[in-house]
T-cell receptor, first 111, second 110 residues
Framework: NAGVTQTPKFRILKIGQSMTLQCTQD?????MYWYRQDPGMGLKLIYY???????DKGEVPNGYNVSRSTTEDFPLRLELAAPSQTSVYFC??????????FGEGSWLTVV | RKEVEQDPGPFNVPEGATVAFNCTYS??????FFWYRQDCRKEPKLLMS???SGNEDGRFTAQLNRASQYISLLIRDSKLSDSATYLC???????????FGTGTRLTIIP
């Protein structure tokens, strides 16, 4: 059972580089989310989407962009990577107001 | 005041003991509540939903107190495998941004 799949699992970026974290889900969920989790800290919402073509900012959107062209995919784009973006990134999906399912996480280090 | 607050712990509890922790939320309009478990370097996984009437799943009991705006998690007969961080999650209907607490770290000691 695939669920929510994120790639890559690990990545090292240099300051100023850009990259895209891929996320896809096969549960036909309308809602998808991107969270980041810094060491010893809670999850913070970056962006979320309630359906294809609709995205909205979360708590910490600066430095990121998203798109939602299909129900399945919700990529997260980092432009001009900064050391402050070193974190673990979790993609998630859910039916409305219900249990949220996470991908396994993407560990990103910016040096 | 934070939207969702948890005691970060750590709670160090001997195997077989009962442990409980609370989570408070600030938005009285919050509709859905969950407990998630997160193991070290892993993604959070749903432990249980929290219903108004309270609910039990084996050794785990979750309760909701709307008047005081908190939810609780009780673990009975704790096992070594219960060692993890427990995240409180609150959802405000109509605003599909789940809010996570920072987690309570639990370590079960042999």
């Amino acid at each position: 059972n695939a669920g929510v799949t994120q790639t890559p699992k690990f990545r090292i970026l240099k300051i100023g580089q850009s990259m895209t974290l891929q996320c896809t889900q096969d549960m036909n969920h309308n809602y998808m989310y991107w969270y980041r989790q810094d060491p010893g800290m809670g999850l913070k919402l970056i962006y979320y989407s309630v359906g294809a073509g609709i995205t909205d900012k979360g708590e910490v959107p600066n430095g990121y962009n998203v798109s939602r062209s299909t129900t399945e995919d919700f990529p997260l784009r980092l432009e001009l990577a900064a050391p402050s973006q070193t974190s673990v990134y979790f993609c998630a999906s859910s039916p409305p107001g219900n249990t949220i399912y996470f991908g396994e996480g993407s560990w990103l280090t910016v040096v | 005041r934070k939207e969702v607050e948890q005691d970060p712990g750590p709670f160090n509890v001997p195997e077989g003991a009962t442990v409980a922790f609370n989570c408070t939320y600030s938005n009285s309009a919050s509709q859905s509540f969950f407990w998630y478990r997160q193991d070290c370097r892993k993604e959070p996984k749903l432990l249980m939903s929290v219903y108004s009437s309270g609910n039990e799943d084996g050794r785990f009991t979750a309760q909701l107190n709307r008047a005081s705006q908190y939810i609780s998690l009780l673990i009975r007969d704790s096992k070594l495998s219960d060692s993890a961080t427990y995240l409180c999650v609150v959802n405000n209907f109509g605003n599909e941004k789940l809010t996570f607490g920072t987690g309570t770290r639990l370590t079960i000691i042999p």
